[in-house]
């Protein structure tokens, strides 16, 4: 950690001597002794940093540099903060020369805001000087530890495995070892790559060397294989190491060669045509380069040959060409008890030991399914006799425990893989600790907290966002999290947790800086050298203002379940970088802000959850560092946002939240000129005075956005003209686009000009979600629909529309689904976006019509008929395949339909959905309908909640099968059984339900 702060402090530094402060202030000298002496302390660093974990002298010089560090970055953001003010102004002196009108000398200015003065330069000058006579005792107190001097980070040595294990000391892997030796030995399997790479996957201490050793020393294994092989790799993969490792055991002389060619030679020479297995333990390198040429050279070898590796990182195994992957997982809580109670009840009294084993199943708690750690305690608690003994153990967190087994066995896995990271990546790491166990850590939140404390090395031109999500993932690849909820269209990894195992070393190697209080904390604890605090406050618990002395903070998290001041709060922690206010049980604590908000110069990232006021204080504009904006409402009181917005100019992600009901906040004029956005979930168009209203033309450079954007207000105010000049097609990080064109109010009416702004509204060409809601003109086909060759969903609510656009021909649409439409009443093949000359056409050419559609559904036509296909001569027939690949069709509140097309007798339809559709219904009976020859090949087929066929049988209908089944339904059963059903109720709760299902998705 030390190391990345204080390289991060030398590039600031570095800065700082190149700019006008030094000259001004006079202290460039001072500021280059800095840097020297930063230099000089940097080589230190890797020692101290391992010899911090066992010697106390070390760990508080390293405490002491760490405190100047964090002063000198505080230092430099001052004057950075002071740089950026300075420039706002000069923007708004500028901008109010321009403003001639009479409208414009109307308009509200932002108050302004100073240059840095003469004062503020002495003052900055000055705390630099302080720091460099700081700096200066504690580079000759580093002189006296004798530290190895060191450049970046160096390699670490690890422990030696062999294959050698008492087997009958082993618990809980009888499943998964019976399964690598059916691999092992082909049962059940067909060669795929020969030789077959299995890898075993899993964090430290999970036992992966323990289970290949297992599998090495089972006896069908030894009869299975004439050669047998154990090489521990570790970190880095040397080659000519590895090469001479597999000659000498199998017996081969390997000491005249040297070169890596003539070692593969001679292993090739004696594995040859031979059933070969080779297990390659703890391999870290995530390059191929080292593994190719053995690849290459061990093909050579018998069909049925295996090689097992075992590493913490699914990409080692990914890049070594594994056919099967084993990702470990921990051990059941029996398993883990067995582990701990053979060696803590080893030799023990049985009487005893029933008194213990309560307290022993607690400990065991601890271990959460580690192998390692239940071994390491067992070990431990074998000669602790008496309950005080245990009960102590029991109470303590694993990294409190001064005792050295634990450090030595449990968290000696976790120290490799620690070492292994580069230093920011250990600082990102360790910054979990701030969390509490079992915390369920967003992805996204998680970087962008790391970024907002400075831990991200920037590269090249790429956005910092990157590099952070890189960070993450790599993290994630050395089992540092585990319990994964994944994106399920991308895959990317949304939610995770921490193994307590884990958290509990995190806590270690950031003792003194991240603490999480809450009602089971003890409070005795000085907070002085806090950094980063999460505060869970129990409900009408007093605030504890003891934290008040932790005058440092840079991170704070406050859970709140008590009402109190927050203006209090904020006079004591300007150092902030981290804010996050909770309000979890409506107490009234997010209700209104003070403005002493301004004072966090330093802060970068600020989340409001459950934000109860009517607006947030103007005086949150002069944050000028913040990078990271969450509001998540819990009101419908929440009216605007602030009218200096446009000052945020740092600001890269901007999030609204609405726990209830979608609100129409005021946008501010200025926005567009927030030009560093990423993220920008909603953007709300309203009010008609033009001198005042945030314009939909204020997005047309705002081309950095990316993932999710919905754009609502797009009424009688939106003109073809503004919509032309938000230039949505040059967003072309934008995934998911919602275009709202009023809020929904019933009424059908038409507004021609809809059909002009959608025009207009081009979106990016790689968009893969669209969404088009309140649309009133009667015609949706703007110029660039079948532009998005790579629109994947498509969903249209609430319109006017008398026909719909002709989509068929859009190639990767895998999901349509259209509601409450209620002017249309036929649909043919214009929907198909067949043309005319087409159907004329003569020929063996195929044309396939919504080629990859899966999903198809229509929801409350109230005035829907017909639904027509290609009923034309069989020639044309032949021509279109429709629909090749639909697997659901759902239809429901369409009262009106009475017929089906054709051609969906040759779709793979799955399931079909039939609800509230009375005339419909009649038609689709079974046998006798006249539509169901056209659905009678559907397997699955429900109306009203009834299955009519199922799995492709004829579904015999048991009342009281049905009264379980919908037992928690029974008002919509009795709804389904009325032949009338109010119709504006009904779309009223279909909006309702709509719009929950959206917002969720978006």
Known sequence: MAWALVSALKDQLSSLITSEFTSIANVKGEVQKLESKFHTIQAMLNDAE????????????????????????????????????????KQQKDEEKAETSSAAKKRKVWPLISVPTLLQHRDIAHKIKELNEKLDEIDREGKMYTFVLTRGNEEVERPRTTSFVD??????????????????????????????????????????????????????????????????????FHQGKVAKEILESINVQSSDLTALDGLLKRIQDNIKERKFFLVLDDVWTEDSTPWDPFRIALKCVAQGSRIIVTTRKRRVAEIMGSVSMIDLKKLSKEDCWLVFSKRAFFNRDPRQCEQLEGLGRQIVEKCRGLPLAAKTLGSLMQFKSSIEEWRRVLDSNLWEL??????????????????????????????????????????????????????????????????????????????????????????????????????????????????????????????????????EIPKEAQYPEFIYSAKNLRTLIIVNRSDYMLSTLFQHFRCLRTLTLEDVEDSGILRNLPDAMENFIHLRYLNLVNYCGDALPETICNLCNLQILNIDIESDRFQKLPQGMSKLINLRHFGLGFKHDFLNIKFPRGFGRLTSLRTLKYFIVNGKDDSERCKLGELINLNHLQGTLVISGLGSEVDECEAMNAQLKKKINLHTLALIFKEW??????????????????????????????????????????????????????????????LGKLPFLKSLEMWDIKR?????????????????????????????????????????????????????????????????????NCRKLKSMPNFLRTTPLQKLLIEFCPILKERCKRGTGKEWPKISHIPNIEIDEIYVQRDGGECEFDPKEYEEEFVEDDDKKEESNEDEVDKEEDDKALHDKKEDDEAEHL
């Not at 560090?69 to 102004?89: C, F, G, P, Q, R």
């Not at 070892?177 to 899993?202: A, Q, W, Y």
């Not at 292994?420 to 250990?426: A, D, G």
Request: with cysteine.
């Open 745 to 806: 109010d019933g009424e059908q009416i038409i507004r021609e000009k809809d059909a002009l702004v959608l025009n207009a509204l081009e979106p990016p060409p790689n968009l893969e979600y669209l969404r088009i809601a309140s649309y009133k003109a009667p015609i949706m086909f703007p110029n660039w629909m079948m532009s998005l060759t790579n629109l994947k969903n498509l969903v249209i609510g609430h319109s006017s529309l008398e026909c719909l656009p002709p």
């Open 824 to 892: 249309f009443k036929k649909l043919g093949v214009e929907f198909m976006g067949i043309e005319e000359s087409e159907k004329k056409e003569k020929g063996d050419i195929i044309i396939p019509l919504f080629p990859n559609l899966i999903s198809l559904s229509f929801m409350s036509f109230c005035n829907w008929e017909e639904w027509n296909g290609i009923e034309e001569e069989e020639d044309c027939i032949r021509r279109f395949t429709i629909m090749p690949r639909l697997q659901h069709l759902h239809i429901w």
């Open 50 to 89: 391992k010899r911090q974990v066992k010697e106390e002298a070390v760990k508080l010089w390293l405490d002491k540099l760490k405190d100047v560090s964090y002063l000198m970055d505080d230092v430099l953001d001052e004057w950075n903060t002071a740089m950026i003010k300075a420039e706002i102004e």
């Open 167 to 236: 087997v009958s000391e082993i618990l809980g892997r009888d499943k998964v070892r019976d399964d690598l030796v059916r691999i092992l030995l082909g049962k059940g399997s067909e060669e795929v790559r020969n030789p077959h790479v299995i890898s075993l996957v899993g964090m430290g201490g999970i036992g992966k060397t323990t289970l290949a050793q297992l599998a090495y020393n089972d006896d069908e294994v030894k009869a299975h294989f004439e050669i047998k092989v154990w090489v521990c790799v570790s970190d880095p």
């Open 402 to 535: 001064d005792i050295e087994e634990i450090k030595s066995n449990v968290y000696a896995p976790l120290l490799l893989s620690y070492y292994s990271l580069s230093s920011p990546l250990r600082r990102c790491f360790s910054f979990c600790a701030v969390f509490p166990k079992n915390y369920v850590f967003s992805s996204d939140a998680l970087v962008y907290m790391w970024m907002a404390q400075g831990y991200i090395e920037l590269e090249n031109n790429m956005d910092i966002e990157i590099t952070a999500r890189d960070y993450f993932e790599n993290l994630a690849i050395h089992s540092f999290f585990q319990d994964f909820e994944r994106d399920e269209n991308d895959g990317k990894i949304e939610k995770c947790k921490m193994h307590d195992i884990v958290h509990d070393f995190a806590q270690l190697m950031s003792k003194n800086v991240c603490f999480t209080i809450n009602s089971n904390t003890r409070l005795e604890t000085d907070y002085k050298t806090a950094r980063h605090l999460e505060l």
